[in-house]
């Protein structure tokens, strides 16, 4: 049984050894995407004469980007395996890293929010007077 045991612990080993290369081998291919989208954004936002098309395209491919890499960090935070790779001490340097820029993000999508929705609410109140203006006799 005892034999059974060590046979199972040394398959148990194969197996997580693997694991991790898989894990290194992902994450290698994980930047390297990475890189090229960053690269493929920076041609664009490099571009002279931009219109809407490049600004949307821009815009577009920027948050798909932080989306897949947002969530990706979502995952991992809740794998297991997560304390095995950072130590207390990266998860300290990390997450004040993480919040100021969700913190910037959001404060740049309230700011833009508020602005059209400004913007917005004046186009209808005047929408609303112009029709108001028809109907005197």
């Known amino acids: 049984m005892e034999n059974n045991n060590e046979e199972c612990d040394a398959n ?6 693997a694991q991790a290369q898989n894990m ?13 989208a960053i ?7 490099k571009k002279e004469n931009k219109d809407r098309l490049d600004y949307s395209y821009i815009i577009d491919e920027t948050v798909k980007l932080l989306a897949a ?3 990706g960090w979502r995952k991992w935070c809740n794998l297991r395996t997560m304390h095995d790779v950072m130590t207390d001490k990266d998860l300290e340097e990390v997450a004040p890293k993480m919040f100021a820029l969700m913190k910037k993000w959001i404060e740049i999508d309230i700011q833009i929010t508020k602005e059209k929705t400004v913007e917005d609410e004046k186009k209808l ?3 609303r007077h112009k029709k108001e203006e028809n109907y005197v006799s």
Not at 12 to 17: A, D, G, I, P, Q
Not at 24 to 36: F, G, P, S
């Open 12 to 17: 148990t080993k194969v197996v997580l050894e």
């Open 24 to 36: 290194v081998l992902v994450n290698k291919i994980y930047i390297k995407r990475l890189e090229y």
């Open 39 to 45: 690269n493929k954004i920076e041609k664009i936002v």
């Open 69 to 71: 890499s947002t969530e």
């Open 125 to 127: 109140k005047d929408k």
